[in-house]
């Protein structure tokens, strides 16, 4: 198939071009490079510098493409910048999507797998999360992604040949097994970099947000999938789309790692005792959160091949170590 990759530069978008180009799929790449990197870009993708909001001449790269179906990575992704600058929030993640829709209704672009986030749940009454609870965010990054998948809904219910798969992602993870993708955010705030960065000396230390949770260790809970798993169930969830379809699955591996599991593993794997203090609670995270993974697995027969916590980080300091600057020393 013909396949547009939204936030191809960026951590997840990269690793998706990577492995639907190994899958044999044509694949187009847009990012307007705010946050992504231009090394993380697929040699054998047709790129653009393009930016959601550009409707027209993202109807003009759909139409010259012959794109299928539409993956959709590009957004900001982070919890507490969302709580400070919301109406950026709005502005990139969902009025970029409306936009990006308006311009697959006009290049008659009929699928779309949308990269949607466990934000959406909020705080959930009971874990394990299935597909079917509530979904009230407690945060603007939550709302953003949750009103995509409500325009997604209503464009499916009016248009019969249009389709699509909002996979709500847990805590993604890990870099390409083979070396060639990592993972490199500015600022990093993500666990397991902060970790790996402090391993490598380039942090003093880890600080633990909050000991004090509801917990059996008092530190919050996350279900960690590795980013080649993810993408997997992406290019399975593209190819199962039929007409009128509106898909939505959870996308973790089902089970739980608090923080202090995390370091523990971290310190395993890195073999460095690297220095950990307790900090407050960071604002907006709930203390649990794991997904009931059943529904992905039965329908499309997704099946994640890292259940390991180790061996994920473990694929993760591949990259660091022999990338301590991340991107910033790549060229292709
Ligand atoms: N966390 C932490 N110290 C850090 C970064 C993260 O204790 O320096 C905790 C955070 O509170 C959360 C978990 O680690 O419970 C995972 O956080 P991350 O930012 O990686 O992902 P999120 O769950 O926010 O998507």
Do not use: W
């Given at each position: 198939m013909n396949v547009l990759v939204t936030g191809g530069a960026g951590y997840i978008g990269s690793h998706a071009a990577?492995?639907?180009?190994?899958?044999?799929?044509r694949v187009s790449i847009i990012d307007n490079l705010e946050r992504g990197h231009?090394?993380?870009?697929?040699?054998?993708?047709?790129?653009?510098?393009l930016d959601l909001r550009e409707t027209q001449a993202l109807t003009g790269l759909l139409q010259q493409q012959a794109i299928d179906c539409v993956m959709h990575f590009a957004a900001l992704a982070y919890v507490g910048e969302s709580v400070q600058?919301?109406?950026?929030?709005?502005?990139?993640?969902?009025a970029g999507s409306l936009s990006l829709m308006k311009a697959m209704?006009?290049?008659?672009?009929?699928?779309?797998?949308?990269?949607?986030?466990?934000?959406?749940?909020?705080?959930?009454?009971?874990?394990?999360?299935v597909e079917t609870m509530p979904q009230r965010p407690i945060n603007p990054y939550g709302w953003s992604k949750l009103f995509v998948e409500r325009m997604l809904a209503d464009q499916a219910a009016a248009v019969p040949e249009f389709a699509f798969t909002a996979l709500r992602y847990f805590n993604v993870a890990g870099c390409a097994a083979d070396g060639s993708l990592g993972e490199d955010h500015d600022p990093e705030t993500h666990l397991i970099p902060v970790m790996l960065e402090a391993a490598l000396g380039k942090r003093e230390q880890v600080s633990i947000f909050g000991e004090d949770y509801p917990t059996p260790d008092g530190t919050c809970i996350r279900d960690y999938i590795h980013v080649e798993d993810l993408v997997d169930a992406?290019?399975?969830a593209m190819e199962a789309l039929k007409d009128g379809d509106a898909r939505f699955y959870n996308l973790g591996i089902g089970r739980g790692y608090s923080v202090r599991q995390m370091v523990d593993a971290a310190r395993a794997v890195?073999?460095?005792?690297?220095?950990?203090?307790?900090?407050?609670?960071?604002?907006?995270?709930?203390?649990?959160l794991y997904a009931n993974?059943?529904?992905?697995?039965?329908?499309?027969?997704?099946?994640?091949?890292?259940?390991?916590?180790e061996r994920i980080i473990e694929t993760a300091w591949q990259w660091f170590k022999t990338h301590p600057d991340g991107y910033a020393a790549t060229t292709r």
């Open positions: 990577k492995a639907l180009i190994e899958a044999g799929h231009a090394a993380a870009v697929h040699p054998q993708a047709h790129f653009q510098k600058q919301p109406l950026r929030y709005y502005d990139n993640n969902t209704a006009d290049a008659n672009v009929p699928r779309m797998v949308f990269s949607s986030t466990c934000a959406t749940y909020g705080i959930p009454q009971t874990m394990p999360i992406h290019i399975l890195t073999g460095v005792n690297f220095a950990i203090t307790t900090g407050p609670r960071r604002p907006g995270d709930p203390p649990e993974a059943d529904l992905i697995q039965r329908e499309l027969g997704f099946k994640p091949r890292y259940t390991d916590i």
